[in-house]
T-cell receptor
Framework: DADVTQTPRNRITKTGKRIMLECSQT?????MYWYRQDPGLGLQLIYY???????NKGEISDGYSVSRQAQAKFSLSLESAIPNQTALYFC???????????FGDGTRLSIL | GQNIDQPTEMTATEGAIVQINCTYQ??????LFWYQQHAGEAPTFLSY????GLEEKGRFSSFLSRSKGYSYLLLKELQMKDSASYLC???????????FGKGTKLSVIP
């Protein structure tokens, strides 16, 4: 079983819909991250959390929100999806030393 | 802020050696990571440098020069399965966030 599990793996939805992407981990790590990846742009940090009570914005947080429901769970929401949020989304975790980050298999999200 | 540059694409021959360069400008530095990412898959950790010098791990080595803001990843005895994107990522001082470069797509040809 994967240490970092993302659901769903693929999602196609329409503009204006609310979407939730979920991430769970069995690594026992405190730190969790959400990234998006677009062709030619690399990985960009959306939000990160150092523990259940600590949530921080990354470089591209507009249009997104997160919830850290437990140490092992970190969800990303798009309140009203728009087409330019079509991307590959990755969840990652790391321990308190911060290295290295371990990635889930990704969610491919398409917004029509 | 952070700025990370690496070549967009490279091609190399099976069995050969290839060097992928990464230069960075940062407001602080607390380590450099290399990840491998096959198309459509998750990035996987390859190496970590925080001090100057060479770190070797089997066919893969990574070098860091902090004074020059420069790193490279060296892949020896290339195999077809090494065809992937290689991501350079820098961690800023006092931070656990990573800033990623756009990645170098390596194609290994017979």
């Amino acid at each position: 079983d994967a240490d970092v599990t993302q659901t769903p793996r693929n999602r196609i939805t329409k503009t204006g819909k609310r979407i939730m992407l979920e991430c769970s981990q069995t690594k026992g790590h405190d730190r969790m991250y959400w990234y998006r990846q677009d062709p030619g742009l690399g990985l960009q940090l959306i939000y990160y959390s150092f523990d259940v009570k600590d949530i921080n914005k990354g470089e591209i947080s507009d249009g997104y929100s997160v919830s850290r429901q437990a140490q092992a769970k970190f969800s990303l929401s798009l309140e009203s999806a728009i087409p330019n949020q079509t991307a590959l989304y990755f969840c990652a975790t790391s321990d308190r030393g911060g290295q290295p980050q371990h990635f889930g298999d990704g969610t491919r999200l398409s917004i029509l | 802020g952070q700025n990370i540059d690496q070549p967009t694409e490279m091609t190399a021959t099976e069995g050969a050696i290839v060097q992928i360069n990464c230069t960075y400008q940062t407001s602080g530095f607390n380590g450099l990571f290399w990840y491998q990412q096959h198309a459509g898959e998750a990035p996987t950790f390859l190496s970590y440098n925080v001090l100057d010098g060479l770190e070797e791990k089997g066919r893969f080595s990574s070098f860091l020069s902090r004074s020059k803001g420069y790193s490279y990843l060296l892949l020896k005895e290339l195999q077809m399965k090494d065809s992937a994107s290689y991501l350079c990522a820098v961690r800023g001082a006092g931070s656990y966030q990573l800033t990623f470069g756009k990645g170098t797509k390596l194609s290994v040809i017979p």
